[in-house]
């Protein structure tokens, strides 16, 4: 089977994630969609497929070489974005992409255009994959479930390629930060692994935010407004102040590449009470204590102002950056650059400005860079994939299972 055929039916799968849910997986789509997933990897030949009650499939390729060779995995996620819907009937293919404008929808509202994104114009004589404008595509991470299953499928019926024991992990709920959570690492029993979960062809990833998340409740006192002065305390105003005496320059629209911030993602309340929540990320292990220090610096001015405690905080540290764990083994990342280097893909080594469900197993005990898949702009109804880049992804995966082999 081909990749395209594979991608093509795991995205009519919805297997949406759901934040609100508490349950492992998230919903049941994600179940159904393991259980097809199941029948596949044995279809295919692999071994020891198990599929455990909260979702998390394993599977393995078994060595054909006799001699010691380091067992290596490949991990992807089954959910789609809570964002938006996730089901694809009516996947558009455009065929030879001629450089133009792609209508997605038959009203023609949606246009996947290369004035808005450029980076189409490299994709020219391609084969595109986009959705009927409805919905996501699910590339993110369909496309990471399809190359795999496609390059352990070729390994299996080019017997000459030698390789030692892969293993594959397809995880639940990444995009609602819970995928790694329930990850057997033991069982997993890989040295090393890749997440096949980035974006355009040469993505390499092995660093990431530190982050933390910062919630703060503001205790106000409301007087009638006539006859406030000198005793009403306000909340709201309270938020203001703290959020203004946090640099500015330090949001996300104002940073890039290794620069951190602060970011206020909820903000409510009335003058009695209010409550704020940030997050705060920096690649770099001290500036992301300094920033967490800051909140605390900040809060505690103001208390000290109201002689009270006015405002509680609470921080706490979210993930942190793979690199550390990374470093010490960074064959790991010089494998998957040499494969990419002889398959004539150009790496492109970048900070990812988030976290990895890799960033979490690498602190588990897995060292997990992040590969590419292909896909463009995730979780909307722009998003889209090349299907010769999935094409290269397989390339890529089986290539660095070869080299293991060589090592
Ligand atoms: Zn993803």
Redesign the pocket.
Known sequence: MRVEERFLKYISFDSKSDTCSKSCPSTPGQLEFAKYLKKELEEVGLTDVTLDENGYLMAKLPSNVIREVVTIGFIS?MDTAPDMYGKVDNPKIVRAYDGGDIVLDEGGEYILSPVDFPELLNYKGMDIVTTDGTTLLGA??KAGLAEIVTAMEHLLSNPEIEHGEIMIGFTPD??IGRGANLFDVNKFGAKYAYTM?GGEVGELEYENFNAAGVKINIAGRNVHPGSAKGKMINALSIAMEIDSMLPKTSRPEYTDKYEGFYHLVELKGEPESAYMEYIVRDHDKVKFEDKKIEIKRVVEHINSRYGQERVKLEVEDQYYNMREKIEPVMEVVEVAKRSMDELGIEAKVKPIRGGTDGARLSYMGLPCPNIFTGGHN?HGRFEYIPIQSMEKAVEVIVRICENYAKL
């Open positions: 996620h993110d991470d990444e995009e979960d995730f």
